[in-house]
């Protein structure tokens, strides 16, 4: 649990970690809510869990590929927050 963190940290440095874990956290959270329904929905059509799991595979394949094509932002940018 703590390698997560530290490479969060590393690539978007220590100043803005909490803004962007908590941005990502959000993100999943309201994933992790709306999924399972979505994929009970796709069950009560399809009457298997089929389709459920080939969306679910895209998607994991999908962010994985665009995890491994990131580049990490340019240190010394100013934002409008600082």
């Known amino acids: 649990m703590v390698l997560p963190e530290v490479l969060w940290a590393n690539y978007?440095?220590?100043?803005?970690?909490?803004?962007v874990r908590g941005l990502g956290l959000l993100i999943s959270q309201?994933?992790?809510?709306?999924?399972?329904?979505f994929f009970g929905f796709l069950f009560d059509i399809t009457n298997g869990y089929?389709?459920?799991?080939?969306?679910?595979?895209?998607a994991l394949i999908t962010s994985a590929f665009l995890s491994l094509m990131l580049k990490p932002?340019?240190?010394?940018?100013?934002t409008m927050a600082e």
Request: a positive charge; hydrophobic letters at 45%.
């Open 12 to 19: 978007f440095g220590r100043r803005s970690l909490g803004r």
């Open 50 to 58: 089929g389709l459920s799991f080939a969306i679910f595979g895209c």
């Open 30 to 37: 309201v994933m992790a809510a709306f999924g399972p329904p």
């Open 73 to 78: 932002p340019m240190k010394g940018i100013k």
